[in-house]
């Protein structure tokens, strides 16, 4: 095992020798501690015929093993006053639980044994084919989902960020428990998967428990690389999704840089002055973006009812978004026009300097109250180090920090260019069939 220690961040890490990494720290604010294991790989790691696998595998791994039968986690874990979840996403899938401190080893051996000893019984499985159908069309009820996915497939022609977490529904429906297994055997291992605790522990015995409990397991295969590069885009895309409901939707998706890229930190300030703040916390409501520029020029002047952008730290390039929400009166012309206008307005004059100053503020606050549970700390650590690296979490403020009012002009000139979006629109249709 190979240990190493960032004592300016009182972050230790160490290695085991099936190459699992452990990232450990330490807190005394309360008697609590979270676990988390991260596994490298979601949906970009999906090809057209199994989209939706990793997502599927995810619940799958509930499903019970010989130590742990189907509904022992559960009890488990409430009869010792904790909590415990699961997700999947573009480029991981992550589980986790938040327990007393004393009781924090029974996390540990959970994820040690779901890691190579989960059954995936034939009948779970077709069970879990209905469970996860339904899930999916949950999400059709959500004209913003149907739209999402939509701009989301024609924005990408290669690359498997093409698709939702949630998967084609034809390849929910012919997918197999063998193609689930194999699935499971080839990505959840010790080599392509991350420790993350942080909690009222010591961070070296903890270390030493990670090590006693997951270093017997065996490595897995060599992680099939993705190895898709999608194609500079040369024009505007546009997508139209009709469906049931009375209120339009607007989506503008722009190609943008991956997190590790300079470019990405600019365009976070950018996207603060555009959109409002940013949450950083795993399960909290996002942050009040009244005073932001698309705010005040769309809401404000009573064009639309809501707007908002999204800009996520991904492995490979993915999209900067914006969405928009009409009121039944609304132009949707007029409404597109001045959206366009308002990005043209930051590409042509940049942004002020009090905008610039309150962008590095409200993300310099976001940040620090993120922090304030063990949860969001291991959250953030270890969605940092699957999608870049530690330092990538460790500098985030400095980064974002280092950030020129010049740099974030011209990433808004380089990446807000029209030849680069697809613009996708919800016409509803009063009556129409589900």
């Known amino acids: ?51 939706g696998i990793s997502h599927w595998v995810e619940h799958m791994m509930f499903k019970g093993t ?16 904790g909590m415990f979840n699961a997700m999947t996403w573009l480029d991981f899938t992550a589980y986790y ?15 040690a044994d779901r890691m190579v000893n989960s059954a995936f019984l034939p009948e779970e ?68 998967a991350i420790a993350v605790a942080i909690g009222d522990f010591n961070a070296n015995e903890m270390i030493d428990r990670i090590a006693e409990t997951f270093g017997r397991l065996p490595r897995g295969p060599e992680v099939p690389p993705v190895r898709f590069t999608e194609p500079p885009q040369n024009g ?40 409002g703040p940013e949450s950083f916390s795993l399960r909290g409501p996002a942050p009040n973006a009244r005073t932001s520029r698309l705010y005040r020029a769309l809401v404000d002047s009573g064009l639309v009812a809501s707007v908002s952008s999204s800009l996520i730290p991904t492995i490979d390039p993915f999209l900067y978004t914006f969405h928009v929400t009409l009121f039944p009166t609304s132009d949707p012309q007029v409404v597109e026009n001045r959206l366009f206008e308002e990005l043209e307005r930051v590409r042509a004059e940049g942004i002020t300097e009090e905008e610039y100053q309150k ?24 969605f940092a180090s699957t999608i870049a690296d530690t330092d990538w979490f460790t500098s985030f403020i400095d980064r974002f920090s280092r950030v020129t009012r010049e740099d974030v002009q011209r990433v808004a000139q380089t990446y807000l260019s029209p030849r680069q979006r697809t613009v996708g629109w919800y016409i509803p249709e009063e009556g129409a069939a589900q």
């Open 359 to 382: 962008a590095l503020k409200q993300t310099r606050a976001q940040f620090a109250f993120s922090m304030e549970s063990v949860a969001n700390q291991a959250y953030w650590l270890g």
């Open 125 to 192: 499985v077709e069970a879990e084919r209905t469970v996860i159908l339904s899930e999916r069309h949950m999400y059709e009820n959500y004209p913003s989902f149907r739209l999402s996915e939509a701009v989301q497939a024609v924005a990408f022609f290669v690359h498997p960020y093409h698709h939702e977490t949630i998967g084609w529904e034809s390849d929910l429906r012919t997918m197999t428990r063998d193609d689930l297994y194999a699935h499971y055997r080839t990505y959840y291992t010790p080599n392509n």
């Open 66 to 81: 010989e130590r742990f039968p189907k509904g022992a986690i559960d009890r488990e874990i409430a009869r010792h006053g």
């Open 1 to 51: 095992m190979r240990k190493n220690t960032m004592s300016e961040n009182t972050i230790q890490t160490a290695t085991l020798e099936n190459g699992l990494r452990i990232l450990v720290k330490e807190t005394h604010h309360a008697p609590v501690a979270t676990f988390w294991v991260w596994y490298g790989v979601g949906s970009r790691n999906e090809v057209q015929g199994k989209t």
């Open 236 to 275: 505007e895309r546009r997508i139209t999704v009709h469906g049931p409901g009375s209120t339009r939707y607007l989506q503008a998706a722009y190609k943008a840089p991956s997190a590790t890229s300079d470019d990405w930190f600019a365009l976070a300030v950018l996207d603060t002055v555009l959109g």
């Open 97 to 111: 639980a938040v327990l007393p401190a004393p009781n924090i080893q029974l996390a540990l051996d959970i994820e």
